[in-house]
Nanobody
Framework: VQLQASGGGLVQAGGSLRLSCAASGQTYSSYAMGWFRQAPGKEREFVAAISWNGGRTYYFDSVKGRFTISRDIAKNMVHLQMNSLKPEDTAVYYC????????????????WGQGTEVTVSS
């Protein structure tokens, strides 16, 4: 599976962005998808994940109620809608894939996109 993330940019606090991740590969539909982020000087952390069929979603506590992960299996896409953005959401966001079951553990994801940068100004 090859992943290509896009949609990052500069936004003011309280604003919104929608990140997208395009996946290629014949078995994309069998992969759980996750979004992770890495802020400058910090370790990469889990943001959100979705099961292979979209039936289950998981979120990091600090983004619950503000971010929504979704997937379009037909288009091989996964999205992260980010609302009410805060300066502490500033980071490079990465999409990742693993077989079937989503987890919050970085090392359990086998495939990674190149990252898209999100900057939230105060």
């Amino acid at each position: 599976v090859q992943l290509q993330a896009s949609g990052g940019g500069l936004v003011q606090a309280g604003g919104s962005l929608r990140l997208s991740c395009a996946a290629s590969g014949q078995t994309y539909s069998s992969y759980a998808m996750g979004w992770f982020r890495q802020a400058p000087g910090k370790e990469r952390e889990f943001v959100a994940a979705i099961s292979w069929n979209g039936g289950r979603t998981y979120y990091f506590d600090s983004v619950k109620g503000r971010f929504t992960i979704s997937r379009d299996i037909a288009k091989n896409m996964v999205h992260l809608q980010m609302n009410s953005l805060k300066p502490e959401d500033t980071a490079v966001y990465y999409c990742a894939a693993r077989k079937f079951i989503p987890t919050m553990t970085i090392s359990e994801y086998a495939y990674w996109g190149q990252g898209t940068e999100v900057t939230v100004s105060s």
